[in-house]
């Protein structure tokens, strides 16, 4: 796969640029302890570890998103799994950050990022096209964001993937992303250390407007597996306090 010097400015759209600022300490900061995870809603979260403040899937507030607050954060770097409005709206975002949108295997001050190209869709991509999948290391911790990942895990994805510590996966269904069962058979074929839920029905969604299911499905095909619950939207995690074995951790969005 072609290793990428280019990504975007999210403040201008997706034109490329060439790579040049973080903090000059990133590069010794990047597979340091620790790492913050905080939910956003919908797909999109906010990493914060390794002296790097990451954004992934930025949502416009329609839809099943349409309640939640727009997550307008300051990050250095934003990645989105296609340009999808509830995973790719990067319009209006605070400062000046770098827009990573397409697959491909990124260097960005000392931190590799990988992109796997996955179909959105159960079509082979022919109705809502390419999802990007983000694999990455960040305050030591291995992360595999799948975004609105439709298809089944092949082979070879599977070998890019490889097993991540945390796993955020699409669990409520719809034309473009995992229902219930297709993300349970993915956490199979994965077996991730930490599973954080994603793209499911809330109290945020326009009821007329959203066909995704609630996370209780995911849950209730997940019985046998460790199930916990936070009363926080966001959670600490280190490469010494991951589960040996599969964990669903559910975050609680503060509305």
């Avoid at 869709?121 to 911790?141: E, I, L, P, S, Y």
């Avoid at 993937?161 to 219930?180: C, E, I, Q, T």
Wanted: a positive charge.
């Amino acid at each position: 796969m072609k290793r990428r010097q280019l990504l975007g400015y999210a403040g201008a759209g997706l034109a490329t640029a060439f790579v040049s600022t973080l903090g000059s300490n990133f590069q010794a900061d990047a597979q340091s302890s620790g790492l913050s995870v905080q939910w956003l809603g919908h797909t999109s979260f906010l990493f914060t570890g390794g002296g790097a403040r990451i954004l992934v899937n930025p949502f416009r507030t329609i839809g099943c998103t349409a309640r939640y607050r727009p997550p307008k954060v300051t990050a250095d770097l934003v990645l989105i799994s296609s340009q999808l409005l509830d995973e790719g709206a990067v319009d209006g975002l605070p400062g000046n950050p770098k827009l990573v949108y397409e697959p491909g295997v990124y260097d960005f001050k000392g931190i590799k990022f990988q992109g796997i190209s996955i179909a959105h869709d159960r079509k082979n991509g022919r109705q809502f096209g390419m999802n990007t999948a983000w694999k990455w290391t960040q305050g030591g911790v291995n992360i595999l964001h799948l975004g609105g990942a439709a298809a089944p895990i092949s082979i070879e994805q599977k070998i890019l993937m490889g097993r991540p510590d945390v796993l955020l996966v699409p669990v409520g269904g719809s034309d473009k992303a995992y229902n219930a069962q297709e993300a349970k058979q993915a956490i199979e074929v994965l077996n991730p250390k930490l599973v954080i839920p994603t793209h499911y029905r809330t109290q945020a969604a326009d009821p007329a407007a959203c066909d995704i299911a609630p996370l209780d499905e995911f849950l209730t095909l997940m019985q046998g597996v460790t199930v916990r619950r936070s009363n926080s939207d966001s959670i600490n995690i280190s490469s010494g306090n991951l589960p040996e074995t599969s964990t669903v951790q559910v975050l609680s969005y503060k509305f």
